[in-house]
């Protein structure tokens, strides 16, 4: 079950697993299934490997469901289409690889500035560039975080099972709608091509969230005012609500407002509705933490091996656990400290050469920890033995 949230409609009491449906699902598959159950009826994209499965997904089901289905002519485009479609009421999405995600950065700026609710998710693969098309890789998780320019802010989720791939969507569009910004949805290739049995989950069992919508005479409507959680009300295009959206700095009404004043509240504000939630926000799990000495941070792909790596490694003698980051943004680094800092050693496996997530586990323990990292940039799979092998390492002094 989803953490539960004050608003929107109430989830309904869990039910036997018997009473679901059971299905063997794609990754990929299993994201375009839970973009349905969260309500989504706007999909515009392009087609890249290794995300296709999804807009093929969303071509054949959201025709007969009402809903949109565009094929964009770039992903520049497509991402355009669906702030369009959310600014007019939808709940939108698109998906992509690297080099989409990459055109669409300028544009997710612009849903940034405009607080524009829309899901985003990038299958990771291997590059630069082209790179390695149908090949893994986790090293898009800067890119997430830092791709627009400016002071800016987004949350990230990353599924590590099909099931996630189900559920994390269905938050992302919670998150989304709630706190009026684009969410990714960040899984590797390996995760969205994976195939599991999946129990759906029953219309109402999970809660979803709607967007707040105004409540006042159409004339006095500000819609970038925001109430007192942080989040402004967002009416729809085609409405009696009339209102401006723009890239520029805006004030509450929505039009050009270049005082400092009004741009350091603006710019805040767009940290604050993150920051001020952030415990709701940030979701993470664990395995074997009790009694553990050895850390494992995982993300996606990693985390069944690390799983394995863990047990393992307890066969062997040495108390291992296992933190999985479902929320890479905002960082879980309270999360991080709490378990890192009672071990002697934290081992993050991830597939890229920097050790993007590395650099921010050691933020968050301070310098001197035993911090040890597992990459690989090869397009291949970090394995259980490639995490055993740097816990049996010896120390070579602080970071490693």
Known sequence: MLQATKQGRKAKKAVPVAAREMRLMQGNQAIAEGA???????????????????????????????????????EMASIAAVIGASLAGAKALTATSGPGFSLMQENLGLAVMGEV?????????????????????????????????????????????????????????????????????????????????????????????????????????????????GIAPLAAYGGEYVFHVTSSMHGTDGYSNNDPVNAAWRVRQLHEKIERHRDEIVLTQSWYTEDMEVLIVTLGATTRAGRSAALEARAKGIKAGVLQLQTVWPFPDREVAALGKAVRMVVVPEMNYSG?????????????????????????????????DAILRPAAGGAT
């Open 117 to 229: 609710p829309c899901v985003v998710v990038d299958v990771q693969r291997a590059g630069p560039s082209t790179g390695l098309a149908t090949k893994p890789a986790q090293s898009d998780i800067m890119q997430v975080r830092w791709g627009r320019h400016g002071d800016q802010a987004v949350i990230a989720l990353c599924p590590a099972t099909v099931r996630e791939c189900f559920t994390l969507t269905v938050q992302a569009f919670n998150f989304a709608e709630r706190f009026r910004l684009p969410v990714i949805l960040m899984p590797d290739e390996i995760v969205g091509h994976m195939r599991e049995n999946v129990a759906l989950p029953l219309p109402g069992e999970i809660e979803l969230i709607e967007r707040k919508a105004p409540s006042g005479a159409p004339a006095a409507y500000l819609p970038f005012k925001p109430d007192e959680d």
């Open 356 to 388: 993007q997530v590395a650099g921010e586990v050691q933020k968050a323990l301070g310098a001197g920890a035993d911090l040890r990292r597992v990459n690989k940039y090869n397009g291949t799979i970090i394995t259980p033995q490639d995490i055993l």
């Open 36 to 74: 349905i159950y969260a309500g989504a009826r706007f999909y515009a994209g392009y087609p890249i490997t290794p995300s296709s499965e999804i807009a093929d997904e969303c071509a054949t089901r959201l025709p007969k469901l009402g809903g949109t289905y565009i094929q964009m002519e770039d």
